[in-house]
């Protein structure tokens, strides 16, 4: 499980600067780090999130609907990683 989670997170990784059009910050993104706040390196926004969750949609085939459940999954790319894995998403 933890290996699937590392993997998955990478793949969020590069999908979530993709999807957002921004360049990876000094010392790349941690786990944890928070990705949507004014304190955010990336400050991402509701565009942004928009943008994250179709692509997602469009890899994975999981759709995000509620707006609550989607601030809490799309929080960290830990956050991420553990919600699409309860919801099956492997990466191949």
């Known amino acids: 499980m933890i290996d699937e989670l590392t993997s998955l997170r990478e793949a969020l990784r590069v999908l979530v600067l993709d999807a957002s059009e921004k360049s990876e910050p000094e010392g790349g993104l941690a786990p944890d780090e928070i990705l949507f706040s004014s304190e ?20 994975f085939g999981i759709r995000i609907t509620d707006s609550k459940e989607t601030r809490r999954a799309l929080a960290t790319l830990q956050d991420m990683a553990e919600y699409l894995h309860t919801k099956g998403a492997r990466v191949p």
Do not use: E, F, N
């Open 40 to 59: 955010s390196r990336l400050q991402l926004d509701s565009l942004d999130a928009l943008q994250i969750s179709m692509a997602i949609q469009k890899r």
